[in-house]
C-alpha cells in the first residue's frame, strides 16, 4: 500500500502535525537520547495499516529502527504488539500520532469489517463496500475493507456503469412510448407508469383494436397505417355536356 498517494498522505500527516516542530519533545529530549517503544492492541481487532504505520516513523527520522510483529488482516487480542520502534526519543514520539491514526482509522475499519463477514459466514453471500470513502483515502479505507473480509465494489466512476435514481430522476423521460404491447401489457404498464409522463401506445394496433388499447393511463396511440393503410376514397370529376350552364 505504500504508493505515491500514499506518500503524499503521509507526508500530509506530518506536515499538519509536526508543520511547526514538536515544542515539547526538542525541549525535553537531546538528539542522543534513544528509547524502545511498541504498538500494542488494547482490543479484539483485525489490524491493518501495519507498513503505513512503520513508513511514517521511517520518514520523521530514518534512524528509527521499526521491527513488524503484524501483518494486515491478522486478528490480535489485547495485548498483542504490532510493532516495536527504537531509536532517537524526540523523533518516536514525533512519529507517534500520525502512525496511530493511520493504525486506528484503517485497523477500525478491518475489524468493523469483520463482524459484518463473520454473520454472512455460511450463506455463500459476499459483503461488499462503496465509494463512500474519506476524500484521498479511497485505495486505503478499500485495503482494510479487503483486510477485514470484504470484497470491494468499484473504486471511481470509470469502472462499471451503475445507474441509480439520480440518473433516472435527472434523465427522467417526459414519454415512454410501448411499441408492440399487447393490450394487457399496454394496461399494466399505464399503471406502473402511473401518470408520472405522457405514454403512448403504438405497433400492431388496428382498427378493430384500437378501442383496446385506449386503457385508463394512455395518452397517445400512434398508427402507422393511417397514411399507408388507408384505401383510396371515391371522388371523380364530372365535366357537364356541351351547351349546359356553367
Given at each position: 500500500?505504500?504508493?505515491?498517494?500514499?506518500?503524499?498522505?503521509?507526508?500530509?500527516?506530518?506536515?499538519?502535525?509536526?508543520?511547526?516542530?514538536?515544542?515539547?519533545?526538542?525541549?525535553?529530549?537531546?538528539?542522543?537520547?534513544?528509547?524502545?517503544?511498541?504498538?500494542?492492541?488494547?482490543q479484539d481487532l483485525v489490524v491493518c495499516g501495519v507498513e503505513i504505520a512503520a513508513r511514517v516513523f521511517a520518514r520523521v527520522d530514518p534512524a528509527l529502527r521499526v521491527r513488524l510483529l503484524a501483518t494486515d488482516g491478522d486478528r490480535l487480542?489485547?495485548?498483542?504488539?504490532?510493532?516495536?520502534?527504537?531509536?532517537?526519543?524526540?523523533?518516536?514520539?514525533?512519529?507517534?500520532?500520525?502512525?496511530?491514526?493511520?493504525?486506528?482509522?484503517?485497523?477500525?475499519?478491518?475489524?468493523?469489517?469483520?463482524?459484518?463477514?463473520?454473520?454472512?459466514?455460511?450463506?455463500?453471500?459476499?459483503?461488499?463496500?462503496?465509494?463512500?470513502?474519506?476524500?484521498?483515502?479511497?485505495?486505503?479505507?478499500?485495503?482494510?475493507?479487503?483486510?477485514?473480509?470484504?470484497?470491494?465494489?468499484?473504486?471511481?466512476?470509470?469502472?462499471?456503469?451503475?445507474?441509480?435514481?439520480?440518473?433516472?430522476?435527472?434523465?427522467?423521460?417526459?414519454?415512454?412510448?410501448?411499441?408492440?404491447?399487447?393490450?394487457?401489457?399496454?394496461?399494466?404498464?399505464?399503471?406502473?407508469?402511473?401518470?408520472?409522463?405522457?405514454?403512448?401506445?403504438?405497433g400492431g394496433v388496428r382498427r378493430e383494436t384500437l378501442r383496446a388499447y385506449a386503457v385508463p393511463g394512455v395518452d397517445v396511440i400512434s398508427v402507422g397505417a393511417l397514411a399507408y393503410s388507408a384505401p383510396a376514397a371515391d371522388l371523380s370529376?364530372?365535366?357537364?355536356?356541351?351547351?349546359?350552364?356553367?
Open positions: 500500500m505504500l504508493t505515491p498517494r500514499t506518500e503524499l498522505l503521509i507526508d500530509l500527516a506530518l506536515e499538519e502535525d509536526l508543520g511547526l516542530g514538536d515544542l515539547t519533545s526538542r525541549a525535553l529530549f537531546s538528539p542522543g537520547h534513544r528509547r524502545r517503544g511498541w504498538i500494542e492492541a488494547r487480542r489485547p495485548g498483542a504488539r504490532v510493532l516495536e520502534v527504537a531509536g532517537p526519543t524526540a523523533a518516536l514520539l514525533a512519529a507517534e500520532r500520525s502512525a496511530l491514526n493511520f493504525l486506528q482509522r484503517l485497523s477500525g475499519i478491518a475489524t468493523h469489517v469483520r463482524t459484518h463477514v463473520d454473520l454472512l459466514q455460511g450463506t455463500g453471500v459476499r459483503l461488499a463496500d462503496t465509494r463512500k470513502t474519506t476524500p484521498g483515502w479511497r485505495a486505503l479505507e478499500k485495503h482494510a475493507v479487503r483486510c477485514g473480509g470484504g470484497a470491494n465494489h468499484r473504486s471511481s466512476l470509470g469502472e462499471h456503469v451503475l445507474i441509480k435514481d439520480n440518473h433516472l430522476a435527472a434523465a427522467g423521460a417526459e414519454v415512454i412510448l410501448l411499441d408492440n404491447f399487447p393490450p394487457e401489457g399496454v394496461r399494466a404498464a399505464a399503471a406502473l407508469i402511473a401518470g408520472r409522463a405522457r405514454v403512448e401506445v403504438s370529376l364530372t365535366v357537364p355536356a356541351r351547351g349546359r350552364a356553367v
